[in-house]
């Protein structure tokens, strides 16, 4: 029920965030989903689609954005370059912050490459 309730909200919000960043960022994606991954918070495909865990709605918003940010940026630049993270630095100030919750928090946001 709960779960239930916490899914429907991560739908929500976070797709209106990724949306609104999306545009913000002028990143193109095919589709946004919430999934129930129990080991990441957040994901991108080669087809330009992002995925974030439902688990994520609990997390507070810097760390929702820094995510979705994170998922985004992926879509321009593959791979964890420096490049990579100037996108993400100059969309989240609180990144440092946002990575220091999600690593407390103990889930990855995908797999390392
Ligand atoms: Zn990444």
Redesign the pocket.
Known sequence: MLRDWYIARAKEKILARVEQHARELGIQFTAAKIVDNRYRWGSCTVNDSVNFNWRLIKAPMFVIDYVII?ELA?LIEAN?TSRFWSIVRASTPTMEKAKAWLKEHGQV??EEV
């Open positions: 994170h992926h964890h946001l995908e």
